[in-house]
């Protein structure tokens, strides 16, 4: 495609409805967050973005669905942490890197760091110190081999250097219930769905694992700050479009979105769901992108970590 045809692409797009997949099941943070990014493109765009949940495998197969789309820029993807780990972990049909255009960072949502009040821990710190005298015998829940909890606890083992035990379930709401049981010792859920669990005095919060500090809850220090540096693990969305969309089409796009994001109503909306807004360019996204899939290519060789 000629420079001169890109441009005036860019120029008359969208011209029809815009497709806006979202490779998991309705109802989750990813599927909150692209609903109210489909509206706002919607004003922005001055025509229909439709949400397309395409769940499965992973995400792979909405991602798949997004891949093979013509690259107009009417058929766009909106990725979580998934996209990071499943090549370390699984055989894709497609190049992550490759075959999809970056737009940009959509948001971040932290985990928190819960444990049995029976356990005599209230920082990082303390909890770093047990489990490196009693290697092998705590253990944490997540809702699943590969879910953000459990890869939260393997880039823990992996920066703190502990050894402690992972135990999936098929669901975040068995596996918080042994925890609350006191029958496993520890999680790390998203922050909104730990914050409940403090409220009932159940389950005790040491840390959040972004890179900053929540508004939701300030007081709680991150991980890297409490005793592990450098330690973030936090649940992201990102948008991207198939890989030969023209750039003057995906440099739309790109503003729209940020401008979006930096709206004072949208941050607020975030933040109530327990996430920040991050946007930024799609050079940086790209640049994240490269830097996720490498980190968690370590710890998921090291964790030894395989999809089911």
């Not at 011209?15 to 493109?41: E, F, K």
């Not at 949400?51 to 997004?66: M, W, Y």
């Not at 040491?206 to 007081?219: E, M, N, Q």
């Amino acid at each position: 495609m000629s420079i001169v045809s890109c441009v005036a692409g860019a120029a008359e797009y969208p011209t029809h409805v815009v497709r806006y997949v979202i490779p998991s099941a309705p109802g989750g943070n990813a599927d909150i967050v692209g609903r109210l990014m489909a509206q706002r493109l919607t004003e922005s765009l001055g025509q229909q973005v439709v949400v397309d949940n395409r769940a499965g495998a992973s995400n792979i197969i909405g991602t798949e669905a997004v891949v093979k789309s013509p690259p107009d820029g009417h058929t766009v993807l909106q990725i979580a942490s998934a996209h990071f780990t499943n090549p370390s972990m699984t055989k894709l049909p497609y190049d992550t890197v490759r075959d999809l255009a970056p737009i940009s960072l959509l948001s971040s949502t932290p985990l928190v760091l819960m444990v049995h009040p029976s356990m005599p821990v209230r920082a990082v710190k303390d909890f770093v110190a047990i489990a490196r005298t009693r290697p092998g015998q705590l253990n944490y829940s997540s809702a699943g081999v590969g879910t953000s909890g459990h890869l939260a606890g393997s880039l823990f083992a992996y920066m703190a250097h502990v050894n402690i035990v992972h135990v999936p379930y098929r669901g975040t709401a068995q596996a918080l219930t042994d925890v609350l049981s006191g029958d496993l010792h520890f999680a790390f859920p998203a922050l909104t769905t730990g914050l409940q669990m403090v409220k009932t005095g159940k389950l005790r919060s040491l840390a959040t694992s972004g890179l900053k500090r929540s508004a939701l809850a300030p007081h709680l220090p991150t991980i890297s700050e409490a005793g592990v540096p450098g330690y973030q693990a936090s649940i992201w969305n990102g948008l991207l479009a198939p890989a030969a969309t023209p750039q003057p089409i995906i440099g739309r796009l790109n503003a729209d979105v940020v401008r979006i994001l930096n709206t004072p109503e949208v941050r607020e909306r975030f933040a109530a769901a327990g996430s920040d807004t991050a946007p930024g360019t799609p050079e940086e996204f790209a640049t994240f992108i490269r830097n996720e899939i490498a980190k968690w290519a370590t710890v998921i060789k090291a964790a030894g970590i395989k999809s089911e």
